[in-house]
């Protein structure tokens, strides 16, 4: 297949090009301020904030799939009306569109969301994000939204960073104990989009691991997989630091599960 990669230079754009690639697929991608590096690939700049450069894009490429993983997380143009500008390119172009939500589109009131929940956000980047799920599913109908949550890899995401930084005292701050979502791998997550791009679904889709943990819990399993020290890992609670945001939220991937056949694993199995 011809795939495009929107914002192939990130953690998980980077991860989806090599898993192409891997593949034999045509791949192109793009990045806003610097190129991956997985050779065998065009790589193009792109700010998606550009509707009519994104429309040439993809229009010139015409992809049979994009995945769309460009975000910013403080910047609702990028978030928002970039993800519109992609779906309304891919609507023109003809393809299929995936493109990457987040568990962020949820408050925590009800800590279990499954694929019909309605996003109900509390922050800026949630809200972003719920908006950007309206643009997509309005524009392209035939799209999948699949909302993820904390996205691992092996070594290469910012939550594993930042273990390394508090265990190692570079960093001061704690891990909340109070703070729970189902972090994925990132080539768990990879594999799954890549199985959904070529499937015929559309709608709604959950792609998180099998296990709800803390973040001072997934510092934990970081810390033990890297041979650092747990007891130099501080914690706290999010409820009592005034620091904004969802505490609970729990992405339900039932109904996803039942049409994958990639495995989406827990993070006590993955960083084990
Ligand atoms: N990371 C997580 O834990 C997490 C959790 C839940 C959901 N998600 C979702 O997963 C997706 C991918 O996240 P990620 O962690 O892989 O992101 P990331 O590593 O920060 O990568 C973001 C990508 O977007 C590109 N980009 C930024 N602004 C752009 C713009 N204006 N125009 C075009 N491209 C732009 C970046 O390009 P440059 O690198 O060249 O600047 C980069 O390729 C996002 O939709 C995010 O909301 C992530």
Not at 50 to 69: K, M, T, W
Not at 80 to 96: D, P
Not at 240 to 245: A, F, L, R, Y
Request: one cysteine or more.
């Amino acid at each position: 297949m011809r795939f495009l990669i929107v914002g192939g230079s990130g953690l998980l754009g980077g991860e989806l090009v090599r898993r192409c690639s891997a593949a034999g697929h045509e791949v192109a991608a793009t990045y806003l301020t610097r190129p991956g590096e997985t050779a065998g690939v065009e790589w193009s700049p792109l700010d998606v904030r550009r509707r009519e450069d994104v429309g040439a894009l993809i229009g010139a490429f015409r992809p049979e799939a994009v995945v769309n993983a460009a975000y910013r997380q403080a910047d609702w143009t990028t978030t928002a009306v970039g993800a519109a500008n992609v779906a309304l390119a891919v609507s023109a172009a003809g393809g299929r569109l995936v493109h990457v939500s987040s568990d962020a589109v949820f408050s925590g009131a009800a800590i279990r969301y499954d694929e019909t929940c309605v996003p109900d956000p509390i922050t800026p980047y949630g809200a972003a994000k719920a908006a950007a799920e309206t643009a997509v599913t309005a524009i392209a109908p035939t799209a999948v939204i699949a909302r993820t949550s904390l996205i691992i890899g092996d070594g290469g995401s910012p939550h594993e960073a930042l273990v390394h930084s508090l265990a190692t005292g570079r960093e001061r701050g704690v891990l909340f104990t109070d703070d729970v979502r189902c972090p994925v791998h990132v080539a768990d997550l990879a594999t799954a989009l890549l199985e959904l791009a070529a499937s015929g679904h559309h709608g709604v889709h959950h792609v998180a691991g099998a296990d709800a943990v803390s973040r001072y819990e997934l510092g934990l399993l970081i810390a033990r997989r890297d041979g650092l020290d747990v007891d130099r890992l501080p914690s706290g609670r999010r409820a009592d630091s005034g620091v904004p945001g969802p505490l609970d939220v729990r992405l339900e991937c039932g109904t996803t599960r039942r049409r994958l056949r990639t495995e989406l694993r827990g993070a006590r199995r993955f960083l084990r």
